[in-house]
């Protein structure tokens, strides 16, 4: 079974019509459009798993970059969950995003305060 990441996924793309863009290629065993949980709406990346690895390079090679729905989609390879790169929610970038108190005393703000 080889599993494919699909990218640039039009909003209007649907699971099935993900399968039957693909079955032009090969057998699908599953199509899958990434929902997002809070809107219901499509998240512009989905998934296609074929059981022949044939095929599905077959599909890979055919079907990058192709129209699907009005939108070019982008098809790989989809990585192992432990080889992707883990995504990080901490923000932290680096240098002063400025904000409150960004240095100097407290009593320094640019005026007379005595």
């Known amino acids: 079974m080889t599993k494919l990441f699909i990218g640039n996924l039009s909003w209007s793309t649907t ?4 399968r039957a863009f693909f079955e032009q290629v090969g057998t699908v065993e599953s199509a ?10 499509s998240r512009g990346f989905g998934f296609v798993e074929m059981p022949n690895a044939e095929e599905a390079q077959k599909a890979v090679a055919d079907l990058n970059e192709r129209d699907l729905d009005g939108r070019n989609i982008r098809v790989s ?12 929610f901490n923000n932290d970038r680096g240098g002063d995003r400025g904000g409150f108190n960004r240095g100097g005393d407290h009593n320094d703000r640019g ?4």
């Open 15 to 18: 699971d099935n019509s993900l």
């Open 32 to 41: 899958r459009v990434v929902m997002d949980k809070m809107t219901g709406k």
């Open 77 to 88: 390879e989809a990585l192992p969950e432990g080889e992707r790169p883990r995504r990080t």
């Open 111 to 114: 005026g007379n305060w005595n």
